[in-house]
């Protein structure tokens, strides 16, 4: 068994499912390899997906990992590929042409999947290769090493009434129109619990990059940037979690981190498809997108502790049966 990778992969996105068959066939068995794709163009190679090669004897398959924020398929390698996985499925606006060989997985998220000094002799290795700007494809790389690795995402205890949420705040324009949407949503649940007074204790807020031009609008929302490992340990102790559709309302990497974490979830309604849906008050649970609902809810969900832990073993027991590495292959047919 012997399985190819292309190099032009973002790593950062890719690392979770590298991680995966690393952890099942070896890094012996799993190489970067450019020659194996030559005949993709440097188009399709250009985008967020992951694209691999499982050969075993005279037997190959060609795989596709989109990890776009759209739902839409890229045409040209869907027809490249055998098998063509998807985080931001979505049945109702996909093409039946296009829906024989897709498959919805969970949303991933980047991991520190090896050793520094293996991952930088990987990067120097591909840098040679790459068509992509040589910084842009460093910046990758090093992103990926300031990861978390993946068994640090396991559940642990609640702190009391404590409730952590950092999320970016996304630029917005006529096209995406972020500040109608997931800008506004996720305020919208830091003002809520920062009504609750001392009820809670809430820490966090809305991270802007500099010269956003949305932060006069969110200003009260806005917070500093904090390391990854930080951020991971302080949702451990959030009492619940905040997940809406992000940008072009796809799923974040936060649902997927509070799944693998088994968090107690509150959620506006998601837009496309998962593996198996999430089943309101069972595996997550769904508010409106207003302030004053989020409010309900968010006192619900607190003075409901059993409800909580109901949620936190579901949602964990989803994660471990479809979204974690392992079990995205499989839903592969890996």
């Given amino acids: ?26 890094y012996s068995n ?3 390899n450019r020659h194996a794709f030559r005949g993709l163009s440097d188009a399709d190679r250009a985008t967020r997906t992951m694209r691999f090669i499982v ?5 190959e398959r060609r795989y596709v990992i989109d990890t776009n924020d759209s739902y839409k398929i890229n045409e040209s390698l869907y027809e490249w590929s055998d098998v063509y996985g998807s985080v931001n499925a979505n049945w109702g606006k996909t093409p039946e042409n296009l829906q024989g060989k897709l498959i919805p997985l969970c949303p991933s998220f980047a991991v520190r999947y090896t050793h520094p000094l ?22 990758c790389w090093r992103r990926m090493l300031q990861r978390p690795q993946l068994q640090e995402y396991f559940p642990q205890q609640a702190r009391g009434n404590y409730i952590f949420h950092l999320s970016t705040l996304w630029q917005s324009d006529e096209w995406n129109r972020n500040n109608e949407g997931v800008n506004l949503r996720r305020a919208s649940f830091i003002r809520a619990c920062r009504t609750l007074g001392p009820d809670i204790i809430f820490e966090g807020g809305l991270a802007a990059s500099p010269g956003n031009p949305s932060a006069s609008i969110f200003s009260d929302c806005l917070s500093e940037r904090i390391p990854s490992h930080t951020c991971l340990n302080k949702t451990k102790e959030s009492t619940l979690v ?6 072009w309302d796809c799923h974040g990497w936060k649902l997927g981190e ?9 959620s506006t309604p998601l837009s496309n498809d ?4 999430l089943v309101h008050g069972h595996h997550i649970h769904f508010t409106g997108v207003t302030q004053e609902e989020m409010v309900e809810d968010i006192k619900y969900m607190l003075s409901h502790p059993d409800y909580r832990h109901r949620m936190e073993a579901n949602v964990h027991d989803y994660w471990l049966q479809h979204g974690t590495p392992e079990a995205s292959l499989k839903l592969l047919g890996i």
């Fill in 30 to 32: 799993v190489a970067f």
């Fill in 118 to 139: 293996r991952a930088w002799a990987n990067a120097a290795l591909g840098m040679t290769r790459t068509r992509r700007p040589k910084r842009k494809y460093l910046g």
């Fill in 274 to 277: 998962l593996p198996s849906p």
């Fill in 242 to 247: 905040f997940n809406t559709p992000a940008y």
């Fill in 258 to 266: 509070y799944m693998a974490l088994g968090k107690a979830i509150l």
């Fill in 55 to 59: 050969k075993e004897g005279a037997r």
């Fill in 1 to 26: 068994m012997r399985i190819f990778v292309d190099p032009e992969d973002d790593i950062q996105y890719m690392s979770f499912y590298i991680k995966g068959l690393i952890d099942r066939y070896g």
